[in-house]
């Protein structure tokens, strides 16, 4: 089976901390995405990459930043956390290639900045 | 740009019931669709996805959807509710003119089931 693994669920966190969220995928996908969930918006795209060391801006990337330095694994970076960051993250992965398949999810981290 | 609707934030049926969420989409071309659900503190998985083959895609759990393209819709049903799909289901839409594989997701319906 497919695993997206998210290395923290919940995290509390002070405002202007700089937070790491990690991803880490086991099935050789190509494309990775970070999405943001909060109540009554849905999933809000953040940044997603499609190869190593390749990322682009999704809807909302102000305020985040991503880093891919291999394959399986996509990081999320706050540089300085502020309360309106608080939220869940979602990490997902697919298999690469312009038709788009089935994402698989792992299952989320919530963060609180305080 | 691609946008999708569920309609209804909150769906309340009792067990047995037949279950219905709606889902419209804005797309000039045929579009990839899907519905995932997701149980409570969890991340999504797929319910069912079309693809531009059988206008009527079933997925797991019971679940079905189909696709019309006349009013471009893709509902979801479940003939009959079981207390164990109460969670909130998401449909998508794929982004064609935007990030590669990405999908828009709509803002979600929250399924209640009464005993």
């Known amino acids: 089976d497919v695993k997206v693994t998210q290395s923290s669920r919940y995290l509390v966190k002070r405002t202007g901390e700089k937070v790491f969220l990690e991803c880490v995928q086991d099935?050789?996908?190509?494309?990775m995405f970070w999405y943001r969930q909060d109540p009554g918006l849905g999933l809000r795209l953040i940044y997603f990459?499609?190869?190593?060391?390749?990322?682009e801006k999704g809807d909302i990337p102000e305020g985040y930043s991503v880093s891919r330095e291999k394959k399986e694994r996509f990081s999320l970076i706050l540089e300085s956390a502020s309360t309106n960051q608080t939220s869940m993250y979602l990490c997902?992965?697919?298999?690469?290639?312009?038709?788009?398949?089935?994402?698989?999810f792992g299952e989320g981290s919530r963060l609180t900045v305080l | 740009a691609q946008s999708v609707t569920q309609l209804g934030s909150h769906v309340s049926v009792s067990e047995g019931a037949l279950v219905l969420l709606r889902c419209n989409y804005s797309?000039?071309?045929?579009?990839?669709l899907f519905w995932y659900v997701q149980y409570p503190n969890q991340g999504l998985q797929l319910l069912l996805k079309?693809?531009?083959?059988?206008?009527l895609v079933k997925g797991i759990n019971g679940f079905e959807a189909e696709f019309k393209k006349s009013e471009t819709s893709f509902h979801l049903t479940k003939p009959s509710a079981h207390m164990s799909d109460a969670a909130e289901y998401f449909c998508?839409?794929?982004?064609?003119?935007?990030?590669?594989?990405?999908?828009?997701f709509g803002k979600g319906t929250k399924l209640s089931v009464k005993p």
């Open positions: 797309s000039s071309v045929p579009p990839y």
């Open positions: 998508a839409v794929s982004d064609p003119g935007g990030s590669q594989g990405n999908l828009i």
């Open positions: 997902a992965s697919s298999f690469g290639g312009r038709a788009p398949g089935e994402l698989f």
């Open positions: 990459s499609y190869d190593v060391k390749m990322k």
């Open positions: 079309y693809t531009s083959a059988a206008t």
């Open positions: 099935m050789d996908h190509e494309n």
